[in-house]
């Protein structure tokens, strides 16, 4: 199918990328300046920015309470941005939109970016604030059930990574990961994936630019064959958390998502795969006001819930 016609729409709208090498500084500001004020964000009970004291250092976090009950579940969300862009501010929205439809209290993380820190620098602060939420449950007003990690394409990068360290730590608890057009193999060889060519242009990300705008993380340190840096590579994949995993149909990274997938289910894991029809790259964070894909956020929720109900009861932080 053809991109939605809202996102053509936007998309046809757009100038002309500029000239020359990518200017993180410059990129950052521009998706800064795009934030809507604070009046106009979906409310909820309370959001408050605090720091987590990690051994990674202290880590900026945001925390987001869907409503006054006095203990929730909890999600730690990681923002996406090709591991340069994006920040707590950028991807607020989303934050707040899981914390609405899931119920669980949200911890959304504001990592060390690229190039200015090198490998694993974002990676150690993501999994220690995975670490700091279940150590500092009672703080966090945590109910000991759900523990789950989710983010969106670098975001997911990380997710999946963050679950498989955890795994290899004997860190069990937690309880699912949240994938949205993941970024799973930092190798870009354009005949890997069928859809790095059906998808190469005319849908927003283009294959294209993905070298260029995973080189900042690449040349600090990260190498597409480990594991932790390409998550697809990973050779056993039993005993990981359940995972939703969601791509899009007109999506470069698609098919190496839906592969990840395939291969978590292989390994006996809980996974859904869930395709959105006439979406791109990016549509969780910049196209969620469209109603077939703020679905995404109700699906969420469903997949959360089911998993709880079977296997959260009876945990304590």
């Known amino acids: 199918m053809p991109l939605h016609p809202e996102i053509a729409k936007v998309l046809a709208a757009l100038p002309a990328p500029p000239h020359g090498p990518l200017d ?26 605090t720091t987590a004291p990690t051994p990674s250092g202290d880590v900026p976090v945001r925390v987001y309470t869907p409503d006054d009950a006095e203990q929730h579940g909890l999600l730690v969300y990681f923002h996406g941005g090709a591991f340069f862009l994006g920040s707590l501010e950028t991807h607020d929205h989303i934050a707040r939109a899981l914390a609405k439809e899931t119920g669980l209290k949200v911890v959304s993380v ?19 604030v995975v670490r700091w939420a279940a150590e500092h449950g009672a703080t966090l007003g945590w109910d000991g059930t759900t523990l789950a990690v989710a983010g969106d394409s670098s975001g997911g990068t990380f997710a999946a990574a963050v679950a498989a360290r955890a795994h290899d730590d004997g860190f069990d608890r937690i309880t699912h990961q949240i994938l949205y057009y993941p970024s799973l193999d930092l190798d870009f060889d354009v005949d890997r994936y069928a859809s790095l060519r059906e998808n190469a242009e005319g849908y927003g990300l283009e294959t294209a630019g993905l070298r260029p705008f995973n080189a900042f993380y690449l ?7 480990d594991p ?16 939703l995993v969601v791509t899009g149909e007109l999506d470069p990274l698609r098919d190496e998502g839906e592969e990840y997938g395939r291969r978590l289910g292989a390994a006996g894991v809980e996974t859904t795969v869930s395709r959105y029809v006439g979406a791109g790259h990016g549509f969780v964070q910049h196209f969620s006001w469209i109603p ?26």
């Open 292 to 317: 077939e894909f703020h679905q995404v956020f109700a699906q969420t929720a469903e997949f959360i819930a089911g998993r709880t109900r079977r296997e959260g009861e009876g945990r304590t932080p």
């Open 110 to 128: 504001g990592y060390r970016l690229a190039p200015e820190h090198r490998y694993p620098a974002g990676l150690d602060d993501c999994y220690a």
């Open 228 to 243: 932790l840096v390409s998550p697809v590579k990973r050779a056993d994949l039993t005993g990981l958390p359940p995972a």
């Open 24 to 49: 993180p500084v410059a990129m950052r500001a521009a998706d800064e300046a795009q934030v809507a004020p604070a009046a106009d964000r979906l409310p909820l009970h309370t959001v408050r920015d």
């Open 219 to 225: 040349d600090s340190g990260a190498d597409p064959a």
